[in-house]
């Protein structure tokens, strides 16, 4: 189906200067540079989505009572663009951030976007600013579609005006160390999420709600925090931003399973279905977090690893708690675990182009 949402196109009269581009593609970090352009459109109740565009990219008009400044009301994705060797560019599984968008939008009670209308709205912004795309190893352009109430109204309802945005932002790796592993702080004062809440869905409040655990995290000398479910407080869950993977001694790879309250990672979904390719046991299942704790001291669990679109593959180190701590034994020279490693370079080269897209997964941008 093609895109029913019209765009129109204003395109900037300063673009940002082929030298400071260039400056910023040698070292973008992560999030901290965006592009030349931005997608937006509106959605009121009688009109659906309309005045689609893309327009310079720049600081947006929002009344003071906006409903998102109040009560927020905000789902966002996160996904990327990859220059392939031969210079064309792609998008990695857009079609499932479309639909993830659309299933966060139903629970923060946020209007519709048509998977199709997404896509499009990637495919303009991206062709848009091509140029933008980095072609360094291991670097992408991430974009951040998001949708929220903008209309001013402090009532608590769901509001009649709605904006959808897309920004892009070219990147390097997540963690400003590159890749290695990552220690974790677990919470025990603080859930993420409960049944029947917001966990599964992608929206900022879940984030927002995860930083107070994170300050608590880097008060402990730990990069990120690891949560457990609201209610036995033993089911491992996922981490701020991350799903979390476990290697077994005996092959097995294992997951927590998705309740209702672990978002659903498409970076996750894609290592289930290369895991099996790889020939590793794939189990969704609870993780008791004394499963964790046990199996790494007692070499059950060789690696543990983090994963999302921003980090892409981050193994795990140490694992900290009120009382303790373990440390997953570091088996090669760069803290990269054997399997980790294996994953990790599969779903890249994938991403990359260097390896046959047997899934349908690549949708070419340019
Ligand atoms: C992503 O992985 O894309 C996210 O949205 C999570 C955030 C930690 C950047």
Redesign the pocket.
Known sequence: MTSALQFTQNLTATPTSAQRRAEILADPG??KHFTDHMVTATWTPDAGWHDAGIVPYGPIALDPAAAVLHYAQEI????KAYRHADGTVWAFRPEANGERLARSAKRLALPALPVEDFLASIDLLVRTDLDWVPSGGEQSL?LRPFMFASEAFLGVRPAHEIKYLVIASPVGS?FSGGIKPVSIWLSSNYTRAALGGTGAA?CGGN?AASLAAQLEAAAHGCDQVCFLDAVERKWVEEL???NLYFVHADGRLVTPELTGTILE?V?RSSILTLAKELDLDVEERRVDIDEWRRGVEDGRITEVFAC????VITPVGRLVWDGGEVASPVTTADGVGEVTGRLRQALVDIQYGRRADTHGWLRRLA
């Open positions: 992560f999030g966002f994705e996160g996904l991430y997540y992608k984030y701020g931003g991350m990672g970076t999302g679109t921003a980090a």
